[in-house]
Every structure is written in structure tokens, then in C-alpha cells.
């Protein structure tokens, strides 16, 4: 089975400029968690996804960063426009339910912001 | 508020001794959940172990063990006979239980990077 993917692995932009990161959940998991830890800070929680639906959007900086999960399935972050504290690794992880609430995390994508 | 302390930014030690990372968490929930992950070079987060508030039993598996205590709030993990292998940082987590739903949402410690030296 595969686990949680994510793309791209590395991404280096310029202040002002878009990038958007998708997350593959593991197929079947109705759960879906987007985190980040920026550079020598705890890795923080940024959202969570039931299926489609936005359940806690909670841990979200700004309006800048936009999740979507269309269908339930993948999900993208988009970054708009990007500044110099966004970066960071930007971790997805998945789970499959309410009962079950181990996460299982992708390698995570590394955002850096010049 | 739910907070997650490991004091122990780094590590290192040399290969075979054992080592204890420390983990005290704060939570007003009765409910909840402690994880232990492991965050080797390659960037993923690995999962290593779910406690839940209600079973204090330590447990161990192979040359790990960890050690939970709720009157001192705290979630230590030991590695005996440490390897190079097991060098990584080390993330102990919380979470609470949510109110409805499947909001897990995991709070993470600042992480102990563990070097183990041959």
C-alpha cells in the first residue's frame, strides 16, 4: 500500500511569487492534516480535512494560504503571494477515522522563500 | 492550552549506551493521546508509538521503551544498546480528544536530535 505522498519534495521561490504543494493521502483515509514547522520551531498544526470539508482551519497563518481537497482526495496548499517566514517544511499526513486517529506522514515539502 | 516540553535539544551518544529523551506535556483534557515520532535524515516523520490517557502501562518493544507517567505528566522514551541507526530528532506529540468529530490535531514538541556515534 502507499503511503502519503507529497509534491514537490523541495521548493525555492521568490518573495511575491505563488507556489501551491499537493499531498497524496493514503487511499481510504477520510482524514487529512496539513502541518509546518518553520526552521527551529515546533512542527505545527495548519488544518484538517474530513473527506472535502474543511473541519478546523484553526492553525492557518493568514489569508495567504489557501487549502482545498477537492472530491476528498488529494489536496493542494496554495501560497499567495509568498513571503520570507513562509518557509519551512510543510508536512500532510492522513488517518483513516474516528476511531483510529494515527497519522501517517508524508516526507513533507521544503519551502524556502528568497 | 495543550503544550508538549522536550528539554532536550541534542543529544549524543556513543553506540551502545542507552539513552532516555524526556517528553512532559500539559493538557486539562482527561482524554487523550501521546505519540512518540522519529525523524530520520530522509525527512519523514515516522511513527513510533500511541499511548492513550487511560492505559499507564509502560511499554516496550525491542530495544525501545517507554516509560508514562501521569503524576508527573511526562512520556519518556529509552533506547537501549543505542545504534547509529538510531540516529534522528525525535518528535513527542499530543493529542486531545476531540468534542465531536475526528480532529486529532497532533501538538508537537520542539524535537531532540539524537546523535548516536560508532
Known amino acids: 500500500e502507499a503511503g502519503v505522498t507529497q509534491f514537490p519534495s523541495h521548493s525555492v521561490i521568490e518573495k511575491g511569487q505563488t507556489v501551491t504543494l499537493r499531498c497524496d493521502p493514503i487511499?481510504?483515509?477520510?482524514?487529512l492534516y496539513w502541518y509546518r514547522r518553520v526552521m527551529g520551531k515546533e512542527i505545527k498544526f495548519l488544518l484538517h480535512?474530513?473527506?472535502?470539508?474543511?473541519?478546523?482551519e484553526s492553525g492557518m497563518p493568514n489569508n495567504r494560504f489557501l487549502a482545498e481537497r477537492t472530491g476528498g482526495t488529494y489536496s493542494t496548499l496554495k501560497v499567495q503571494p509568498a513571503e520570507l517566514e513562509d518557509s519551512g517544511v510543510y508536512f500532510c499526513?492522513?488517518?483513516?477515522?474516528?476511531?483510529?486517529?494515527?497519522?501517517?506522514f508524508g516526507p513533507g515539502t521544503r519551502l524556502t522563500v528568497l | 492550552a495543550q503544550k508538549v516540553t522536550q528539554a532536550q535539544t541534542e543529544i549524543s551518544v556513543v553506540e551502545k549506551e542507552d539513552v532516555t529523551l524526556d517528553c512532559v506535556y500539559e493538557?486539562?483534557?482527561?482524554?487523550?493521546?501521546l505519540f512518540w515520532y522519529k525523524q530520520p535524515p530522509s525527512g519523514e516523520l515516522v511513527f513510533l508509538i500511541r499511548?492513550?490517557?487511560?492505559?499507564?502501562q509502560n511499554e516496550i518493544s525491542g530495544r525501545y521503551s517507554w516509560n508514562f507517567q501521569k503524576s508527573t505528566s511526562s512520556f519518556n522514551f529509552t533506547i537501549t544498546a543505542s545504534q547509529v541507526v538510531d540516529s534522528a530528532v525525535y518528535f513527542c506529540?499530543?493529542?486531545?480528544?476531540?468534542?465531536?468529530?475526528?480532529?486529532?490535531?497532533?501538538?508537537f514538541g520542539k524535537g531532540t536530535l539524537l546523535t548516536v556515534n560508532p
Open positions: 506529540a499530543l493529542s486531545e480528544a476531540p468534542s465531536g468529530g475526528s480532529n486529532y490535531k497532533l501538538t
Open positions: 499526513a492522513s488517518s483513516p477515522g474516528v476511531w483510529n486517529n494515527e497519522q501517517f
Open positions: 493538557t486539562r483534557d482527561t482524554t487523550y493521546y
Open positions: 480535512f474530513v473527506k472535502e470539508s474543511k473541519q478546523d
Open positions: 487511499s481510504g483515509h477520510d482524514n
Open positions: 499511548r492513550n490517557s487511560f492505559d499507564e
